[in-house]
């Protein structure tokens, strides 16, 4: 009886183990190894791991193998003696020549796939992707198109502290954005990568690179998507706080399909510039509301909903600038703060900044009272 | 050295007692129980921080700390680490056994040796105490990249003078021990003669010497950025983000060595011993130690090659980078050759030893691997390289340093530790390390970034299982404490030489040994 009850208990512990090891649902897996990715390169580097890998492998084997069999008959509980010779020169001399031949046998695939990877010239089209904190900018130069991309509205929820969201519920956790890069399948895409504040890595593992955005700097690379479908990656560069949750999507489309997209995308900036027209006289709840949105999908992370700030970021609530001279405000906004996490904010359309001003000025307890009206900024600040 | 025992007995009476005996020591043996007992104190205040690290990557979703704390558990537990424990650990074994294997009654500058060592708490107070400051603890990165380290709040400053203190003071203990090796040695001990141990920490002192004032010539170029006006490494002010990470890594890299050399030192004290033969290849190692060192400073850009070098500039640093297993698999090449044919039994420290010689070939394999340039294109700055650098650091220079703690901690104290809890604590050590931090090269290959406190379901299997790994190996370590606390105290007295195949001038004093070593140099044949 007693045995039966413990044994109940051991079961009962075993499922409950293995039902939270694999509680987060379909998702979960236990992968292993690379994946082969969609792009030449990414095939090419597949490749080149394994060849590594094996290699590794082998000489682990050999080494490892004459130094477990050592220490198996060697003991000196198996009455082993020990030996005297502490040198040999013909040893000592092949088997520094050996792993040396085994480089040169490694660098060959190396250099060639490496020549292949910096061959960026003669491309179908160049997207500029910018790093933020902590989101994408891309700009398709050939389109005169470009967008900010950031992490989807479900993910961003869930992902706080004690959210009180079951992130298993949450499709693509971390990995989805609101608006992806969208590429045609089977074009020499070169990709020109740079940052705003700090330093970005822009990865897609599907495509087989990373590269770091850095400011100041632009740098040059370049894949042909050989599939369509949907690829995902992450910011690879500690960049901050939300270094972490500012991913990348990219959805390859056939030809005719990524046209579509790109002529509904122009339709719709073209709406958009219309709408955030600078020049007509904006109203006060026309300003506010925009300048609530703008707020919430570009200050939010570090000056909080309340507006209160966080450690190391100012509050807007109460805050000297957000109630005093308006010019001051205007000038935080579009040149940040040098050497803090303010960044400069100019990349926002006239309306945008004007909008966010005047919802700082008039929020979270503030009552500056005044508008900033969007033909100041263009007229002033551009 | 003319003035009779007595009188020297005498002179030590007067010393003060108690805690400002700790505080005025210039005697080797108390500044390297000093060092040592601050490195195992620093290895628990950073491996807590590992251990919220674990904790928060044990499920999917933010449990326990907001990502802006997590950033910052991140970048003290390695600086922690890496300042705080393992270079630490390695001065003090120097400290202690230097002197007794080269022949010699101290170090050659016992007062600096006092300084260097009583620099380190200040340091950590100042780089700990940022954890109450507003804008909280440096959050980005052990690397202190610009420009995001300049987001850091008031801790700047701190954090910037703590790595000034840390280098002042590895650069005075490097000094004190190539003083020593240079002038002390006992008669006969000719520079081929040395052990191993001695040699590799010769190396690694010149490696501290040429790489220490590179990362103080970095930081202070940090700071003036901050606060006077300078733009180095700032795009809009006309400087260059890389040029920082050029300066770094050129530290950066050598500094890795810096943290192995000695543990290749140790495992080939270890390794003959309880093998009962001669280090095979004696002076292949020594020329394969000068030479990873050499090599140390023509590859560092291997840390860069996402950044867009210049296709010439990524084929050098992958050339020389894979170069430099050629002379580490001669290391471990030598390791096996001396097992070969020898007599062997296995007390901790030789569990140890071979522990490290088949974690640390790992942690070098996957080293090869994020060499070659295009592969490391996908592994840079995901958890493969978390797996990386933690089978080079934790299984190999943690290990050598716990490998090195049993081997000589009977000729220290004078006891022999409990053998079998060495055992287990070996034994509860590598199979969690193994849990902890093999599954993180399969995380990194699915594409996991490293320095995210939080990750898509598809990550969850094997962070969980890591972080049990982590749970385990970290309550594993209080094993430890345990064994030498109660070996310091007292157990089965230890004979002069301890080890029945050990050689050497450290196994012909007593154990423990005179307050100074050799008061009379030895004369070694
Ligand atoms: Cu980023
Ligand atoms: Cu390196």
């Given at each position: 009886?007693?045995?039966?009850?413990?044994?109940?208990?051991?079961?009962?512990?075993?499922?409950?183990?293995?039902?939270?090891?694999?509680?987060?649902?379909?998702?979960?897996?236990?992968?292993?190894?690379?994946?082969?990715?969609?792009?030449?390169?990414?095939?090419?580097?597949?490749?080149?791991?394994?060849?590594?890998?094996?290699?590794?492998?082998?000489?682990?084997?050999?080494?490892?193998?004459?130094?477990?069999?050592?220490?198996?008959?060697?003991?000196?509980?198996?009455?082993?003696?020990?030996?005297?010779?502490?040198?040999?020169?013909?040893?000592?001399?092949?088997?520094?020549?050996?792993?040396?031949?085994?480089?040169?046998?490694?660098?060959?695939?190396?250099?060639?796939?490496?020549?292949?990877?910096?061959?960026?010239?003669?491309?179908?089209?160049?997207?500029?992707?910018?790093?933020?904190?902590?989101?994408?900018?891309?700009?398709?130069?050939?389109?005169?198109?470009?967008?900010?991309?950031?992490?989807?509205?479900?993910?961003?929820?869930?992902?706080?502290?004690?959210?009180?969201?079951?992130?298993?519920?949450?499709?693509?956790?971390?990995?989805?954005?609101?608006?992806?890069?969208?590429?045609?399948?089977?074009?020499?895409?070169?990709?020109?990568?740079?940052?705003?504040?700090?330093?970005?890595?822009?990865?897609?593992?599907?495509?087989?690179?990373?590269?770091?955005?850095?400011?100041g700097?632009?740098?040059?690379?370049?894949?042909?998507?050989?599939?369509?479908?949907?690829?995902?990656?992450?910011?690879?560069?500690?960049?901050?706080?939300?270094?972490?949750?500012?991913?990348?999507?990219?959805?390859?489309?056939?030809?005719?399909?990524?046209?579509?997209?790109?002529?509904?995308?122009?339709?719709?900036?073209?709406?958009?510039?219309?709408?955030?027209?600078?020049?007509?006289?904006?109203?006060?709840?026309?300003?506010?509301?925009?300048?609530?949105?703008?707020?919430?999908?570009?200050?939010?992370?570090?000056?909080?909903?309340?507006?209160?700030?966080?450690?190391?970021?100012?509050?807007?609530?109460?805050?000297?600038?957000?109630?005093?001279?308006?010019?001051?405000?205007?000038?935080?906004?579009?040149?940040g703060r040098a050497g803090t996490a303010m960044?400069?904010?100019?990349?926002?359309?006239?309306?945008?900044?004007?909008?966010?001003?005047?919802?700082?000025?008039?929020?979270?307890?503030?009552?500056?009272?005044?508008?900033?009206?969007?033909?100041?900024?263009?007229?002033?600040?551009? | 050295?003319?003035?009779?025992?007595?009188?020297?007995?005498?002179?030590?009476?007067?010393?003060?007692?108690?805690?400002?005996?700790?505080?005025?020591?210039?005697?080797?043996?108390?500044?390297?129980?000093?060092?040592?007992?601050?490195?195992?104190?620093?290895?628990?205040?950073?491996?807590?921080?590992?251990?919220?690290?674990?904790?928060?990557?044990?499920?999917?979703?933010?449990?326990?700390?907001?990502?802006?704390?997590?950033?910052?558990?991140?970048?003290?537990?390695?600086?922690?680490?890496?300042?705080?424990?393992?270079?630490?650990?390695?001065?003090?074994?120097?400290?202690?056994?230097?002197?007794?294997?080269?022949?010699?009654?101290?170090?050659?500058?016992?007062?600096?040796?006092?300084?260097?060592?009583?620099?380190?708490?200040?340091?950590?107070?100042l780089?700990?105490?940022?954890?109450?400051?507003?804008g909280?603890?440096p959050?980005g990165?052990?690397?202190m990249y610009a420009p995001l380290v300049m987001q850091t709040g008031d801790a700047f400053p701190f954090l910037i003078f703590a790595v000034h203190i840390?280098g002042?003071?590895?650069?005075?203990?490097?000094?004190?021990?190539?003083?020593?090796?240079?002038?002390?040695?006992?008669?006969?001990?000719?520079?081929?003669?040395?052990?191993?141990?001695?040699?590799?920490?010769?190396?690694?002192?010149?490696?501290?010497?040429?790489?220490?004032p590179v990362l103080a010539g970095a930081v202070t170029m940090l700071l003036t950025d901050r606060f006077f006006g300078t733009s180095f490494f700032s795009a809009a002010g006309g400087g260059d983000p890389?040029m920082y990470?050029?300066i770094f890594?050129?530290?950066?890299?050598?500094?890795?060595?810096?943290?192995?050399?000695?543990?290749?030192?140790?495992?080939?004290?270890?390794?003959?011993?309880?093998?009962?033969?001669?280090?095979?290849?004696?002076?292949?190692?020594?020329?394969?130690?000068?030479?990873?060192?050499?090599?140390?400073?023509?590859?560092?850009?291997?840390?860069?090659?996402?950044?867009?070098?210049?296709?010439?500039?990524?084929?050098?640093?992958?050339?020389?980078?894979?170069?430099?297993?050629?002379?580490?698999?001669?290391?471990?090449?030598?390791?096996?050759?001396?097992?070969?044919?020898?007599?062997?039994?296995?007390?901790?420290?030789?569990?140890?030893?071979?522990?490290?010689?088949?974690?640390?070939?790992?942690?070098?394999?996957?080293?090869?691997?994020?060499?070659?340039?295009?592969?490391?294109?996908?592994?840079?700055?995901?958890?493969?390289?978390?797996?990386?650098?933690?089978?080079?650091?934790?299984?190999?220079?943690?290990?050598?340093?716990?490998?090195?703690?049993?081997?000589?901690?009977?000729?220290?104290?004078?006891?022999?530790?409990?053998?079998?809890?060495?055992?287990?604590?070996?034994?509860?050590?590598?199979?969690?390390?193994?849990?902890?931090?093999?599954?993180?090269?399969?995380?990194?290959?699915?594409?996991?970034?490293?320095?995210?406190?939080?990750?898509?379901?598809?990550?969850?299997?094997?962070?969980?299982?890591?972080?049990?790994?982590?749970?385990?190996?970290?309550?594993?370590?209080?094993?430890?404490?345990?064994?030498?606390?109660?070996?310091?105290?007292?157990?089965?007295?230890?004979?002069?030489?301890?080890?029945?195949?050990?050689?050497?001038?450290?196994?012909?004093?007593?154990?423990?040994?005179?307050?100074?070593?050799?008061?009379?140099?030895?004369?070694?044949?």
């Amino acid at each position: 009886m007693i045995r039966r009850i413990r044994h109940r208990h051991f079961v009962a512990a075993l499922t409950t183990l293995t039902g939270l090891l694999w509680s987060f649902g379909a998702s979960a897996d236990w992968t292993l190894n690379m994946r082969k990715g969609v792009t030449s390169i990414s095939q090419e580097v597949y490749s080149l791991h394994m060849i590594i890998l094996w290699v590794c492998v082998v000489i682990g084997i050999a080494v490892f193998g004459v130094m477990f069999w050592s220490i198996l008959h060697h003991r000196k509980s198996k009455g082993a003696q020990a030996a005297h010779f502490h040198e040999n020169t013909v040893v000592e001399i092949v088997w520094t020549l050996i792993p040396f031949s085994i480089l040169i046998f490694l660098a060959v695939p190396a250099t060639k796939a490496l020549i292949n990877i910096e061959s960026t010239g003669n491309s179908d089209l160049t997207i500029k992707v910018t790093g933020y904190q902590w989101k994408w900018r891309y700009e398709y130069l050939d389109e005169g198109l470009s967008f900010f991309s950031t992490l989807e509205a479900k993910s961003n929820q869930a992902r706080h502290l004690r959210s009180g969201v079951d992130v298993a519920t949450v499709d693509n956790y971390l990995l989805d954005v609101d608006n992806p890069v969208v590429v045609p399948v089977g074009r020499k895409i070169r990709f020109l990568t740079t940052a705003n504040d700090v330093i970005h890595a822009w990865w897609v593992p599907d495509l087989g690179w990373k590269r770091d955005a850095i400011p100041g700097f632009i740098n040059e690379s370049w894949a042909r998507v050989e599939k369509a479908g949907v690829y995902r990656g992450q910011c690879a560069e500690l960049c901050g706080k939300d270094h972490g949750f500012m991913p990348i999507v990219v959805v390859a489309k056939e030809e005719a399909d990524y046209r579509k997209w790109v002529e509904e995308q122009k339709a719709a900036q073209a709406a958009a510039l219309q709408a955030d027209n600078p020049d007509r006289e904006w109203t006060k709840e026309e300003l506010m509301a925009k300048g609530e949105s703008v707020y919430n999908a570009n200050c939010v992370a570090c000056h909080q909903t309340d507006g209160k700030g966080m450690a190391g970021v100012k509050p807007i609530a109460g805050s000297p600038v957000a109630t005093g001279d308006v010019a001051d405000h205007i000038d935080v906004v579009m040149y940040g703060r040098a050497g803090t996490a303010m960044a400069a904010f100019s990349q926002l359309s006239d309306a945008a900044v004007a909008a966010v001003i005047t919802y700082q000025r008039n929020s979270f307890g503030n009552v500056a009272g005044d508008l900033v009206q969007p033909s100041t900024i263009k007229t002033e600040y551009r | 050295m003319s003035h009779s025992h007595a009188a020297h007995d005498e002179h030590h009476d007067r010393a003060p007692s108690g805690l400002m005996r700790w505080v005025t020591t210039t005697n080797h043996k108390d500044i390297g129980t000093l060092y040592l007992s601050f490195s195992l104190l620093m290895f628990f205040v950073g491996g807590t921080m590992a251990m919220v690290i674990r904790a928060e990557l044990f499920q999917p979703g933010l449990q326990f700390v907001d990502p802006q704390f997590f950033n910052s558990m991140t970048t003290i537990h390695a600086l922690v680490m890496i300042f705080g424990a393992v270079m630490p650990g390695f001065v003090g074994l120097a400290n202690w056994m230097v002197p007794m294997m080269i022949g010699a009654p101290d170090m050659a500058l016992p007062r600096m040796n006092n300084w260097s060592f009583w620099l380190l708490p200040f340091a950590f107070i100042l780089l700990l105490s940022t954890f109450f400051m507003p804008g909280g603890a440096p959050a980005g990165g052990w690397t202190m990249y610009a420009p995001l380290v300049m987001q850091t709040g008031d801790a700047f400053p701190f954090l910037i003078f703590a790595v000034h203190i840390l280098g002042i003071s590895s650069i005075m203990g490097a000094i004190n021990i190539i003083a020593t090796v240079f002038n002390m040695r006992a008669p006969g001990m000719t520079f081929m003669k040395l052990p191993l141990f001695v040699w590799t920490w010769i190396i690694t002192a010149f490696l501290l010497i040429a790489s220490m004032p590179v990362l103080a010539g970095a930081v202070t170029m940090l700071l003036t950025d901050r606060f006077f006006g300078t733009s180095f490494f700032s795009a809009a002010g006309g400087g260059d983000p890389v040029m920082y990470q050029h300066i770094f890594w050129f530290f950066g890299h050598p500094e890795v060595y810096i943290m192995i050399l000695p543990a290749f030192g140790v495992v080939s004290a270890i390794v003959p011993t309880f093998a009962r033969k001669p280090l095979f290849g004696y002076s292949s190692m020594v020329y394969a130690t000068a030479s990873i060192a050499f090599l140390s400073f023509i590859v560092w850009a291997h840390h860069m090659f996402t950044v867009g070098m210049p296709l010439a500039g990524e084929l050098f640093f992958m050339y020389t980078t894979v170069l430099i297993a050629v002379p580490t698999g001669v290391k471990i090449f030598n390791w096996v050759a001396t097992m070969w044919k020898g007599s062997m039994t296995f007390e901790t420290p030789m569990l140890f030893a071979l522990g490290f010689i088949v974690m640390f070939t790992i942690g070098g394999f996957s080293g090869l691997m994020l060499g070659v340039t295009p592969a490391d294109f996908q592994y840079h700055d995901t958890y493969f390289v978390v797996a990386h650098f933690h089978y080079v650091l934790v299984t190999g220079a943690v290990y050598s340093i716990m490998a090195a703690v049993y081997f000589w901690l009977p000729k220290w104290t004078g006891h022999m530790y409990d053998e079998k809890l060495g055992k287990l604590h070996f034994w509860l050590s590598t199979i969690f390390v193994n849990v902890l931090f093999f599954p993180q090269h399969f995380l990194g290959l699915a594409g996991m970034p490293r320095r995210i406190p939080d990750y898509n379901v598809q990550f969850a299997d094997w962070n969980m299982v890591s972080s049990i790994g982590g749970f385990m190996f970290g309550l594993s370590q209080l094993l430890f404490v345990y064994i030498v606390i109660r070996c310091v105290r007292g157990g089965q007295k230890a004979t002069a030489q301890v080890w029945e195949g050990a050689h050497g001038l450290e196994w012909t004093l007593p154990s423990p040994p005179p307050y100074h070593s050799f008061t009379t140099p030895p004369v070694v044949k």
